[in-house]
């Protein structure tokens, strides 16, 4: 799923493009995409562009007479500039938005059609679209604390909750506390002021970052590799190759259709955190340190 840094570059290449601009019609392939139904969708039509702004992990499209068209992406739904009218694709294309000087086209790839469209009026309809979590990079140390410890959670489930900060998903929470060298699975109030701080700057650090590896990467063209696996990241993605910090092999933790991904050497103290999947299977035989996991192969041999 896009998250702040992939959804802050989307927005920098839809500035250039379609601010200002003229947003002539909204071409629907698939009505299950469209989640309101007033104001009507056809309202939109022959209205410019206004401002740009993101609202989480959703891209808000400013028009005139104060309606905002905001798309959420989910996890396969991606973007694409393509010129004046272009073609929808029979499949996986469920929406192009034409403008003056080109076409937005919407694709979700995958059978599961998850990504969203909302048509809302003013700030009030914006703020219905709002997880209400604060904006990380513009919020200060005391605030950022507060919202971290408002309710007793794992350090995974609060950065990635949306009620509590926004724009942060799996892929980044990974390299945040990689970074912070923080375990996923420490609960909030039992972190004493550093850590929070560490926490803290690696936010800052890791979003900042990749949002500027991102515009690099674009190089002025419309984003059209958003992925979240990216070549760079340190644990994300990484699950069984070597830590770039200490070389150790990047564990995983399964869960549902999510894993979270980091280094028990430098986040857990070399404690292998129990894996849903295998926990059951291995039962007692399941391996509590890097050592007993690297063992384990010649355990098994001498049964």
């Not at 900060?165 to 060298?181: K, M, P, Q, T, V």
């Not at 549902?256 to 050497?265: D, F």
Request: hydrophobic content about 40%; overall charge positive.
């Amino acid at each position: 799923m896009p998250e702040l840094p992939d959804v802050a570059v989307y927005i920098e290449a839809l500035e250039s493009r379609i601010l200002g601009q003229t947003l002539e019609r909204i071409r629907l392939a698939s009505p299950f995409l469209l989640r309101t139904v007033d104001p009507p969708l056809a309202s939109t039509h022959g209205r410019k562009v206004l401002a740009l702004r993101r609202v989480g992990k959703r891209i808000a499209i400013g028009l005139e007479e104060d309606l905002w068209l905001v798309l959420h992406l989910m996890i396969a739904g991606r973007l694409h500039w393509r010129e004046r009218g272009a073609k929808l694709a029979r499949k996986n294309a469920p929406a192009a938005f034409d403008f003056t000087n080109g076409t937005l086209v919407l694709t979700e790839a995958g059978s599961q059609k998850r990504a969203s469209l909302h048509l809302v009026r003013g700030a009030e309809g914006l703020r219905t679209l709002d997880a209400g979590g604060i904006e990380v990079l513009g919020s200060g140390l005391a605030a950022f604390s507060a919202a971290l410890t408002a309710a007793n959670h794992t350090l995974k489930r609060a950065l990635t909750d949306p009620r509590l900060f926004s724009g942060i998903g799996n892929a980044y929470s990974d390299e945040i506390l990689h970074r912070a060298r923080l375990s996923p699975v420490t609960l909030t109030r039992k972190l004493n002021p550093e850590q929070i701080h560490s926490l803290y700057d690696a936010v800052q650090a890791v979003l900042t970052e990749w949002t500027g590896r991102l515009r690099t990467e674009a190089r002025g063209q419309f984003p059209e590799k958003v992925t979240a696996f990216r070549e760079g990241m340190a644990v994300h993605g990484r699950y069984g190759q070597p830590c770039p910090v200490c070389g150790a092999k990047v564990q995983r933790i399964r869960y549902a259709s999510n894993e979270t991904n980091y280094c028990a050497r430098c986040q857990t103290g070399g404690k292998l955190l129990a894996d849903r999947a295998l926990s059951r299977l291995l039962r007692e035989d399941w391996p509590r340190t890097l050592e007993e996991l690297e063992d384990l192969p010649r355990r098994r041999a001498q049964q």
